[in-house]
């Protein structure tokens, strides 16, 4: 393969953060899909990403590989965090 023969195309990336929320929102999560969805909406450049069933059991099941590190307040994490079953994400510009 010749140099002229490999051409580079470059293409822009958009980069996104997770998106941080109060306390309270990170663990009321069934409550704060509805602040999600709100907050999404009104985001032009925001993404938003649901787990599903199969998304949380897969999640749950690294959890509970590392038994060391699963004390109390992590198992709490597993089911009232809402970073386990909705994350929204902006675009960093």
Known sequence: MTQSS?????????FYTLKSVQI???YMVFFDCLFSYGDFFRSKDGLMFISDYQNYKTTVEAMYEH???LVWY?????IFSRYMYINTYDLVI
């Open 74 to 78: 992590r198992r709490l994490f597993i």
């Open 6 to 14: 490999m051409k580079m195309k470059l293409n822009p990336v958009n």
């Open 24 to 26: 309270l929102r990170k």
């Open 67 to 69: 038994k060391t590190q």
